[in-house]
């Protein structure tokens, strides 16, 4: 494998001499999977989003058929073990798409949410409910995360990247990194390009900067991870408000 810039022309019309290895052609490829992830010649992990989305959708479409006779417990431990386990492998990895991407996976989320709420308060099918569509936009999808104790995928990825924080800022990957006149922010490499403005260690940087410092200041070795979650959830709910109207 080769691997370019996203923008690169050169990708296109790249030519690259065949490779023999004791009498073994080694075969060029477009993308191969390590450790369960995608990885493809420009790094934007569009494949593995791809295949998350097909995976997704396969999931959620057996639970359509079901949710009439699944409780709001039971919703909740088939979305946590079913769904949200194929979003948030290797998340902090791939997960570079753009907002609309991965708010495109959110809504198919937030879509059966509100099929199932409807479900239990009409059960008329929809070619016969002539206000199916004013009924949908009835539901409010926040109110069903909350209810449920949910996250959305761009939620829980800050959250991941807000506790690979807490567990390395004591070790030599952030050392030196803090900068505690400045209310301990981390300092941002200088780097301009935009296959380091994908990677873990500057998304780090940015989530963990645009924090409050209420939970900079948290001791997770003496409260627990517990504490750390359950603020983060509070402030995540009030930021959801602004995007779920």
């Not at 639970?63 to 979305?79: A, D, E, G, P, Q």
């Not at 941002?188 to 296959?195: C, Y």
């Not at 750390?228 to 995540?236: E, G, P, R, V, Y």
Request: aromatic share 12%.
């Amino acid at each position: 494998m080769v691997f370019f810039k996203s923008h690169d022309w050169r990708s296109k019309n790249f030519t690259l001499e065949p490779i023999i290895l004791k009498g073994t052609l080694i075969e060029r490829v477009s993308s191969f999977k390590y450790l369960g992830v995608q990885i493809d010649t420009n790094l934007n992990f569009k494949v593995h989003y791809e295949q998350v989305e097909k995976k997704l959708n396969c999931a959620l479409s057996k639970m359509y058929s079901l949710r009439r006779l699944l409780s709001i417990n039971v919703v909740k431990t088939f979305i946590s073990a079913y769904v949200v386990s194929i979003v948030d492998y290797a998340q902090i990895i791939w997960c570079v798409q753009n907002v609309s991407d991965t708010m495109k996976l959110q809504q198919k989320i937030d879509r059966f949410l509100t099929s199932y709420c409807l479900s239990k308060k009409c059960l008329l099918k929809p070619s016969r409910n002539k206000n199916l569509k004013a009924l949908y936009k009835s539901v409010n999808a926040s109110d069903l995360l909350k209810k449920l104790d949910l996250l959305t995928i761009i939620e829980r990825k800050k959250l991941s990247l807000l506790k690979f924080v807490l567990k390395n800022r004591k070790r030599k990957i952030f050392e030196g990194w803090f900068v505690p006149s400045r209310g301990d922010r981390l300092k941002i490499p200088t780097f301009n390009s935009e296959l380091f403005k994908q990677s873990v260690v500057w998304s780090c940087c940015d989530v963990w900067n645009h924090c409050i410092q209420k939970l900079k200041i948290i001791d997770v070795d003496e409260v627990g991870y517990d504490v750390f979650i359950d603020s983060c959830k509070n402030l995540f709910i009030i930021d959801r408000a602004k995007i779920y109207v």
